[in-house]
């Protein structure tokens, strides 16, 4: 890639109140120039309200390697669901 | 690898998709990175024949409208290189293998755009037979190539629907400009029916794009689905498609054509269309010219950029 062209992440929150959720990604030698470029990539049609863009480079991910080590415990816990209490039929609104 | 293997077999399987940091066998990433990269090339060559009469459209109506799909493409284009960038390919990488001919663009954008009734047959024809595509497409499995096409989509609607537009104002004009609404869709029909890639018995990549569902239904049966689309748009305006033998089979209730000329095919893609050289000479030379950007753009950031979140 030619020096200081950077990847940047897009995120864009459609209305207040809803998450940012992320776009898809745009080239930017700086900061300013990848907010410009995500609005004229993804935002053209009223897609947003506001926008973000990170360094792709910032992005932490778990390796793929190590993805079952860290999310099989949401399986074996099931105590941390509401299914796996009794709760006597007569008792309401809980 | 067999547990990493049996995995990525196992979403394809279910019909999930599969994403960037997933194990994928190295065939299924060369081949998205070649369908995807021709892809890309074809959303951004394909803005020079549009191009080619922004200076002269009608009408400011018409100037702003081409202006927009234009910038529609160019995005297309953008959304594709980065879905290439997942895949470990720099967009740098693949504009290099454009440049030196080793990577390919839709044959159909190899043909010049004569008259103003040229852009609304690329905005039906060439457009259209691109969503029949990209709609099949938005199934793919790969996930980012996926989420590409279902944008893609939503904006390419419009592309199709100004292109008739242009072509009823046109087809319902005087007999000058229905004489070249029917020369438009004289050269333009067998271009847009060979976008579709060639028959099922001779697509070399086919096989296992489909068997990886990168590709979710074959060209052949995209090509017919087409045809069958447009050929009573065709008639609408007025028109006739070049072709003595496209007739309605009333058993099947598709449309018959005659054989497509791959030779003109194989040709235009191998380099020898009307509009290769200009295309890519284009191409490079604003590569080029626009160096002195890039380098600013680069020294100036290196002045002024700081880490705090403000512009």
């Known amino acids: 890639m030619e020096t200081g062209d950077n990847i940047w992440e897009v995120f864009i929150q459609k209305k207040p109140g809803i998450a940012f959720k992320h776009a898809g990604s745009v080239h930017g030698y700086d900061k300013k120039m990848a907010v410009q470029n995500a609005r004229d990539a993804y935002c053209r049609r009223g897609e947003g309200r506001e926008l973000w863009v990170v360094p792709s480079a910032s992005i932490v991910s778990v390796p793929m390697e190590d993805a079952d080590a860290y999310f099989d415990p949401q399986e074996d816990k099931i105590y941390r669901h509401p299914t796996f209490y009794q709760i006597p039929a007569e008792v309401k609104n809980i | ?311």
């Open chain 2, 1 to 311: 690898m067999e547990k990493h293997e049996a995995a990525f077999n196992a979403l394809i399987e279910q019909d999930l998709k599969i994403e960037p940091h997933d194990w994928m066998p190295d065939e299924y990433r060369k081949h998205l990175v070649r369908q995807v990269s021709q892809h890309a090339h074809s959303e951004v060559i394909g803005m020079q024949p549009e191009g080619n009469w922004l200076l002269r459209a009608p009408s400011l109506r018409s100037k702003q409208v081409l202006l927009a799909k234009i910038q529609d493409e160019g995005g297309h284009g953008l959304y594709l290189y980065s879905v290439a960038e997942t895949l470990n390919v720099s967009r740098e990488e693949l504009i290099t293998q454009l440049h030196e001919g080793k990577a390919r663009y839709s044959s159909v954008f190899n043909y010049p755009t004569l008259n103003w009734a040229d852009i609304g047959a690329i905005g039906w024809l060439v457009d259209g037979a691109a969503i029949v595509n990209q709609v099949s497409l938005q199934k793919t499995s790969y996930g980012p190539y996926s989420r590409a096409m279902v944008r893609i989509c939503m904006e390419e609607s419009f592309h199709q629907r100004q292109g008739f537009e242009i072509m009823i104002h046109m087809a319902r004009g005087t007999k000058e400009q229905r004489e070249m609404a029917q020369d438009a869709v004289n050269r333009f029909w067998f271009p847009a029916l060979m976008m579709f890639g060639p028959h099922d018995t001779d697509s070399a990549h086919t096989g296992n794009a489909m068997k990886w569902k990168i590709k979710r239904e074959s060209n052949d049966y995209l090509r017919q689905k087409f045809i069958d689309k447009t050929v009573p748009q065709v008639e609408f305006l007025g028109l006739t498609v070049p072709d003595p033998n496209c007739r309605l089979n009333e058993t099947t209730g598709s449309y018959e054509h005659s054989p497509l000329d791959w030779n003109e095919f194989h040709d235009v893609i191998n380099g020898y269309g009307p509009c290769n050289t200009d295309r890519l000479d284009h191409h490079r030379n604003v590569q080029q010219e626009n160096r002195w950007v890039r380098e600013a753009a680069a020294a100036y950031a290196q002045k002024t950029e700081t880490v705090n979140s403000s512009l």
